[in-house]
């Protein structure tokens, strides 16, 4: 029953996928615009909606802070091996001896990571996706999408997320300790959202909005957070681009 259901819903998104994108809506990024368009309605409108934005604030209302610190602490203590290899591989070997520091100290004194006692030792976190070295060596992202239930993402970066999955000890979690992790970083990371709720409102186009969001935040991850800046318009372009403009003047 429930899997009729789910591909009644996912037929009909491909249905609405088939709606004409116009010319000003056209995206080299995003060629799959009018099927993301449809499974964007279906995450924020519907998903979201009723299922993971009530979660969301039930957790925040329920949970005090400190376990909810703890939990998430314990999310991304998994999640460091996987940076160990990442920053080797995008030759950060300073980085991937923080991140091994982190690991050992806060799996052994912070109780399997409940506690981020490497930070107080002065180890900040060098967390690093295999998705962002893909990037650094030059690979690009592909087209977007938008996932149902998962939000946006895109192939380079969801070929990175595959691969990290794969790494010791995310690979040897049990079905549950992994629905807890998934469940602690969609939860924190839903209600890190709230307060930039009206922005998104307020925007002109939300799909717009979210997508160039996520582009901005994988750039800026990719680079650590210095990304090129965009080439400076020399004098003599912007004297060229006045005389154009008085060209179609005259």
Known sequence: MHTRIFVSVFLSMLLA??????????????????????????????????????????YQTIMPQPARTGFLNMANNLEEPSAIVNNLLQAKPGDAAISTGRFVVNSTFGLLGL???????????????????????????????MVPGMGPTDVRTSVGD?????YFPLDDLTIWASAFRISVKALEGRISLMAQEQLLEDSFDPYVFV????????????YDGNPPR?????????????????????
């Not at 976190?125 to 087209?143: D, I, R, S, T, Y």
């Not at 997508?211 to 991850?221: H, S, V």
């Open 230 to 250: 965009a080439k400076e318009v020399t004098k003599e372009e912007e004297e060229d681009f006045e005389n154009f403009l008085n060209d179609l003047s005259q």
């Open 115 to 145: 506690v981020d006692v490497a930070k107080y030792a002065g180890m900040e976190a060098k967390h690093e996706e295999f998705g962002e070295v893909l990037g650094k060596w030059g690979v690009g992202n592909g087209p977007y999408l």
């Open 162 to 166: 595959f691969v990290d999955s794969a």
């Open 211 to 222: 997508k160039e969001a996520y582009f901005q935040r994988t750039l800026y991850k990719v």
């Open 17 to 58: 996928s088939c709606a004409t994108v116009t010319p000003e809506q056209k995206d080299d990024k995003d060629p799959l615009q009018a099927f993301n368009r449809s499974m964007w309605d279906f995450n924020y409108n519907v998903l979201d909606k009723h299922i993971l934005k009530p979660a969301a604030k039930g």
